[in-house]
């Protein structure tokens, strides 16, 4: 799993192109996540993410409620890096979920 940061600057140099930052941004805004239950136990955010294909991606809080670290099962993020455009935007889809409600919804059996 590879550390990351939620704050824009922090999303945009961990993709390390600004292509990968806005195509993630553009599948954010075509509403392409999916789910983002939140695992109270695990500090963990869940989505998938409907590309060619849907991929899921994983982001994992530290216990400060910082984030700590994302996957993701796409080709890109095994091979490439940097963060995907996939977790790019979930970390986006979490960040709006932040702003806009201060919570995430947990996953059923975790609240």
């Not at 990351?4 to 192109?17: P, Q, V």
């Not at 990968?20 to 955010?45: C, H, Q, S």
């Not at 409620?65 to 963060?83: E, H, K, N, Q, R």
Request: aromatic share 12%.
């Amino acid at each position: 799993m590879k550390d990351i940061s939620l704050a824009d600057s922090e999303m945009r140099n961990y993709a390390r192109s600004s292509s990968v930052y806005l195509r993630g941004y553009t599948y954010y805004v075509e509403n392409r996540v999916k789910g983002l239950p939140f695992d109270v136990e695990d500090l963990a955010v869940y989505a998938t993410v409907l590309g060619k294909e849907p991929y899921d991606v994983e982001i994992t809080l530290s216990p400060e409620g910082d984030l700590y670290s994302c996957w993701c099962d796409c080709p890109a993020f095994a091979g490439y890096d940097g963060i995907c455009k996939h977790i790019v935007a979930v970390l986006i889809a979490f960040q709006r979920n932040l702003r806009k409600n201060g919570l995430i919804i947990p996953m059923e059996g975790n609240i």
